[in-house]
């Protein structure tokens, strides 16, 4: 049970993201592209696979939680605009994490718990 | 000048979305490979996180940009700093959207069957980053005529 739960997380999340990129990948031009960076992918395939192998209650629970991460997201993907430019992709990724983590944590503090 | 109507062309052409489905022939092996582990770790941290604390913690794990990093990140390898800000900039109107569909279902999945509620979360997701980006891109395209 617990084994395939995490089989199936992980197949899920993998596979979601994959069709998101695919969708990505046939837009132009990029900043319309970059919406589907965004994509609540993992969300919906960690759901899916919470609803059928736990029910709705923790789902529902984990969603509330997105809701903070969500807005980590945007804190993420502001800063990362700045930040890819002004140093690289993968270091101004790591620098945009600060305000992510910042971000949901007060989200979460305010609006979930 | 001489012909103003080919000026605003260019200008509104910058933003419109464009189908290529044949990009899609484009779509590196590698590139998706990436992705799916990327989206798949993080799919299983976020259940870890939710196992050990709550599941309320481990949800916001289910919204970590792994995707932006891994996107960002093979972007600016094939391609330039310049095209991974532009993405940036879609990607804080996909995340605005992310909220809504997020609040949605966490609003509705106990109440709804859950397929309506992912369904219809989702759809909200495309209509506000959508509507969001139409927004941004109008008010950019007249910036740029001014």
New interface residues.
């Given amino acids: 049970m617990e084994v395939a739960y995490y089989v199936g997380k992980f197949l899920a999340g993998g596979t979601m993201v994959v069709l998101f990129a695919l969708v990505s990948e046939t837009f132009q031009p990029k900043r319309f592209a970059g919406l589907f960076s965004a994509a609540p992918s993992v969300l919906l395939a960690s759901l899916i696979v919470t609803v059928v192998l736990k029910g709705t209650a923790p789902a529902s629970a984990s969603a509330s939680g997105a809701v903070a991460g969500a807005v980590g997201m945007v804190a993420f993907a502001v800063a990362s605009a700045w930040a890819v430019y002004r140093f690289k992709g993968l270091v101004g990724s790591l620098v945009s994490l600060v305000p992510w983590a910042v971000a949901s944590l007060v989200a979460y503090l305010v609006l979930v718990r | 000048m001489s012909n103003p109507a080919s000026h605003d062309d260019t200008s509104r052409n910058?933003?419109v979305?464009?189908?290529?489905?044949g990009?899609?022939k484009?779509?590196r092996f590698r590139?998706?490979a990436v992705?799916?582990?990327?989206?798949?770790?993080?799919?299983?941290v976020?259940?870890?996180v939710?196992a050990a604390f709550?599941?309320?913690?481990?949800?916001?794990?289910?919204?970590?940009?792994?995707?932006?990093?891994a996107?960002?990140?093979?972007?600016?390898?094939e391609e330039d700093?310049?095209?991974?800000?532009?993405?940036?900039?879609?990607?804080?109107?996909?995340?605005?959207?992310?909220?809504a569909?997020?609040?949605f279902?966490?609003l509705t999945?106990?109440r709804w069957a859950?397929a309506a509620s992912?369904g219809v979360?989702?759809s909200i997701?495309l209509v506000v980053?959508?509507g969001l980006?139409a927004l941004?891109a109008l008010l950019a395209s007249r910036r740029s005529e001014d």
Avoid at chain 2, 35 to 44: E, Q, Y
């Fill in positions: 910058h933003f979305p464009r189908f290529q489905p990009r899609i484009e779509a590139d998706m992705r799916f582990v990327f989206g798949g770790t993080i799919s299983v976020a259940a870890l939710g709550t599941e309320s913690i481990g949800g916001i794990f289910t919204a970590f940009p792994a995707i932006l990093v996107s960002l990140t093979l972007i600016d390898k700093r310049e095209h991974a800000s532009y993405d940036a900039v879609g990607a804080t109107l996909g995340a605005v959207g992310f909220i569909c997020a609040l279902i966490s999945l106990q859950a992912l979360g989702i997701w980053s959508v980006y941004y």
